[in-house]
């Protein structure tokens, strides 16, 4: 007896007749501008700058980059690409009311039309929803209330350009995520105006944990604004984000905005601390005034009880030779200000872990411990705008 076709198909235990679409694998134009460009990113990334004419690479990526800029039709197409703003303003074409509505072919606009689309019944009702945290959204912001902030945007841009600022790595939150402070989010710079934090007390089966948490108010440099959560918008930089770092000159000033004599109502920030390598390694054991800068907000002893397992104290234990208690001092700045004065002395040296990887060290310095204590101190008292390090000569010298 003859079978149907729906015998046949149903038939098909190899699955001979089963048809595969074919994917095109030929990219299209759109696709090509975006690979180009999003080299131009990665080189932004890495570098925190733009491609200049110093090397025939970095000139080519330069001379696309200005063909993109120069082309109206190629930025629009690679705007949601633009992580740093290397495009510029984007002309967008304004849609009125009245060309929606005049556009309305199939009548989806019209007020006779069916609205039952609009009711749900499995969805939480608004007053079910108010019992639990509202979701921040991003809410436009009006002109004038963003006029300070997108010049703020613009230096921050300028000052990165510049190499004044560079785009670091972001990482534990509750100690980098500040008011006052630039990260780049989603391809977006943003400013953190403000945040109402508060301690609050998990309980969870590894025991309670203490934790900070609120409302900000966040600033987006395309004009919008949002009230996300301290940790939630933590989470979203140190996702894929970045940190953006101080200038010098803001360090500086910091520094000697806040110091000054340690009164009672003072709270203590850290210490920072200088060490010598006890190790054997003969690479390392015969430089002479060789030293670890480094910072701490719990005890130095309890910091270093594990320093021979550590790449940052080059696998070997090793000896306090100063350390000095800090109060109401952005700490990470002094310890950044300290290792910029030092950067020509920077210990430059490869060592491997037990699995074979290499790590670098870049808190380690070759300068006498004297000169050490002798920077720390005029840190400490402002003084230290007025001085610049000999390598040559090993000593201060006042500019």
């Not at 934090?197 to 609120?214: A, T, V, W, Y």
């Not at 104290?313 to 700490?331: G, P, Q, R, S």
């Amino acid at each position: 007896m003859p079978k149907s076709l729906d015998d046949i198909f149903d038939d098909d235990e190899f699955g001979l007749l089963d048809f595969k679409e074919k994917r095109s694998i030929v990219k299209t134009d759109e696709d090509r501008l975006t690979d180009v460009f999003m080299e131009i990113n990665q080189f932004y990334e890495k570098t925190g700058r733009e491609p200049s004419t110093s090397s025939m690479s970095e000139y080519g990526l330069l001379s696309k980059l200005k063909a993109f800029r120069s082309n109206e039709a190629h930025k629009k197409v690679l705007k949601p690409f633009d992580r740093y703003n290397l495009l510029g303003e984007v002309a967008v074409e304004e849609i009125t009311i009245d060309d929606i509505l005049e556009d309305d072919d199939l009548g989806l606009l019209e007020s006779d039309a069916d609205n039952s689309i609009f009711t749900f019944t499995h969805t939480p009702k608004p007053e079910d929803r108010a019992k639990t945290d509202f979701v921040a959204q991003r809410q436009p912001m009006v002109e004038k209330e963003f006029a300070k902030y997108e010049d703020m945007f613009r230096k921050v841009h300028k000052e990165l350009k510049e190499g004044k600022r560079k785009l670091r790595q972001f990482d534990n939150f509750e100690e980098n995520l500040k008011v006052g402070k630039f990260y780049i989010a989603d391809g977006i710079m943003l400013y953190l105006e403000s945040a109402d934090l508060q301690k609050e007390f998990k309980q969870l089966k590894s025991g309670d944990r203490e934790r900070l948490d609120g409302r900000t108010v966040t600033v987006f440099e395309n004009g919008t604004s949002s009230n996300l959560l301290f940790r939630s918008l933590g989470k979203v930089i140190q996702k894929g984000g970045k940190l953006i770092t101080e200038t010098a000159e803001s360090i500086e000033d910091e520094l000697w905005k806040n110091s000054g004599l340690v009164k009672e109502e003072d709270v203590k920030s850290g210490w920072i601390y200088v060490l010598k390598s006890k190790g054997k390694n003969i690479k390392i054991s015969q430089i002479k005034d060789l030293y670890k800068i480094g910072f701490s907000t719990t005890s130095v002893e309890d910091r270093i009880k594990n320093a021979a397992k550590q790449a940052t104290y080059l696998f070997a234990d090793v000896e306090i030779k100063a350390t000095y208690k800090c109060y109401n001092l952005n700490t990470q700045n002094f310890e950044n200000l300290l290792h910029r004065f030092f950067g020509e002395c920077c210990l430059n040296i490869d060592l491997y872990d037990e699995n074979k990887q290499r790590i670098t060290p870049r808190e380690w310095f070759v300068v006498p411990l004297p000169i050490i204590n002798e920077v720390i101190e005029l840190i400490i008292s402002g003084g230290i705008v007025n001085y610049s390090y000999d390598v040559t000569k090993q000593k201060l010298i006042l500019k």
